[in-house]
């Protein structure tokens, strides 16, 4: 009887130390991902982050990420027209220029003005 009490006491012993510990509660969250943040960002906040934090945009557009989701999200058949009316800007003349004339880009440029 005197060893159950005592086998009894340790594990009361131990269990609160483990939850005391915190092996008793819900696991930590980890940090959203960026792709997460984005997919739950409103329209506001997007244009809050475009007008008046470009630096931040940067360093979106910078994460591999986002930069596939981005490209996929681009590449859809409804972004064409939005696509289109940006780089038709005339304010978009140079930012246009510069990037038919990078050598990353030219081939599929001048691919495209061939058909």
Known sequence: ??????????????????????CGTAPQQKPDQPMEQAQEMGEDAWNNMMKNKPDMMKKAMSNPEMRSAMIKMMSEPEMKQPMLDIMADP???DVVRSMM???????TAQEALKN
Do not use: N
């Open 1 to 22: 009887m005197y060893y159950r009490m005592r086998v009894f006491f340790i594990l009361i012993v131990i269990g609160a130390l483990l939850v005391a510990g915190g």
């Open 101 to 107: 004339k990078d050598p990353r880009i030219k081939p």
């Open 91 to 93: 304010s978009m003349k």
